[in-house]
């Protein structure tokens, strides 16, 4: 499948399907598609993969396009980010949950758990991650610029918990104190750190969902204490 990533921080990635290629996506990912494209929501895997989904973050049905022709379609996130094309062949790849934006048929979308408790209550990631598995190209999606890296075998990083994307399954997942107490308490960066340990390849993100909405929080109008005001009113536009 060919396809081309477009953009900057605000990325969309469109997908050129030819005649019978199918893609799928998360529900409410598609911007556009050609018009000899079908769309059907189906939940993929049956009613167990569904729900499982729903506890990786994402929607329940999957939206699948079916193309007719030579046709594409375009799928976006829902936060300002980067996509990045995740190519497999018959390996497996671990992403944050609410990571997966789309991929081929090919491609088999499954929950996985963080292997040690540790990195499960504190890693920044939760218990759950998403398995990518099967043959074929998937794209995730999250916040931010992405920084990649190689890890060789036994090479470590440690990063800021929740800044981890996705990791490739040969990669070890847990947490480390970030340092010593006074650290802890006064260095900003809490008590944990995630360490990721090679070889394999791994993605991490410069900005976190939570991170951002933290960001503009100051900024956002403050509620009405419940007055109701006239929508067409200069309070109503702009917050009492």
Known sequence: MKYEIVGDNLQMVVTKVS????VY????????MSDNIEMNAKAKGGFLKGLKRKFAGETFFLTEFTSS???FVAFAGNAPGRIKAIELKGNEFLAQKDAFLCAQEGVDLDMAFAKKLGAGLFGGEGFIL???????TAFIHACGDFVEM????????????GSVVGFDSTVGYDITMAGNVKSMLFGGEGIFLTTLKGPGHVILQSMTI????????????????????SPFSIGGLIGD
């Open 69 to 71: 022709g030579d046709g």
């Open 130 to 136: 998403e398995r990518l598995s099967g043959n074929g």
């Open 19 to 22: 005649s019978g290629e199918k």
């Open 210 to 229: 939570k991170n951002l909405a933290a960001a503009i929080m100051p900024f956002m109008p403050s509620g009405t204490s419940g007055k109701r005001s």
């Open 25 to 32: 996506g998360e529900a409410g990912a598609m911007v556009y």
């Open 150 to 161: 190689d890890l060789v075998a036994g090479e470590v990083v440690k990063v800021d918990t």
